[in-house]
């Protein structure tokens, strides 16, 4: 004959207790860790690094990207907005993707064109990224950097030239210059040098001697 143990009425109320306070830490853990993810959203924070920089309130979502350097703890983006070009960053920040930082460059008309630059530093490293988009044909070569990191690319077929060092850069120091392809100096791109007002609209390419 099977015995049926009686649970004591106590020991019932005691689980329910404990069940209950169970619930109530789990609805407490949910409702922190969706408060900690909305805070999260609405400070930029993305699962994804292009959605990230998309995010970024001088970028916006209907940005279409033209190039990307990607340096493992961060991403730069070029990107054309309705705005113009924006160059963006994207960093890894505690498993997700933040984009601190854009920068805007303005149009020219112009055969060489400077679609974007950024630099950036922060404790997980340093960037400098620089692209151009060349359409002049007796231009060959695009030769960027400082004295000791000078990148030099040949033109192809209209392709965006992205030049990227793994160092913060002053702009300075960059010193973009166009060549022929026999090596001549054709473009300079620099500040206007015949005033002593420094003027945004006036960083472009210079033909030398045109």
Known sequence: MKHWKMMSPIFLRLDE????????????????I????????????????????????DVGRSAKLLGEVDYGWSIVYFMDTDEGTKTVIAVKSIGL???????????????????????????????????VQVTEPDVAYIEIGPENH????????????????????RFNDLNPIAL??????????????????IKLE??????IGG
């Open 17 to 32: 207790n404990r069940m209950k306070v169970i619930r109530n830490n789990l609805k407490m853990i949910i409702l922190v």
């Open 34 to 57: 969706v408060g900690i993810l909305v805070i999260a959203y609405a400070s930029g924070y993305r699962l994804s690094p292009l959605n990230a920089a998309k995010s970024h309130f």
């Open 97 to 131: 993707w933040r984009a601190p930082v854009a920068t805007y460059s303005l149009p020219h008309e112009g055969q060489i064109n400077t679609i974007g630059s950024i630099n950036y530093h922060d404790d997980n490293g340093q960037i400098t990224a620089f692209a």
């Open 150 to 169: 000078r990148i030099k690319k040949a033109v192809e077929s209209d392709n965006l030239l992205i030049f990227s060092w793994e160092e913060a850069i």
């Open 180 to 197: 022929s392809a026999d090596g001549q100096l054709l473009y300079e791109y620099r500040y206007a040098t015949d005033t002593n007002v």
């Open 202 to 207: 006036d960083l472009k390419w210079y033909r």
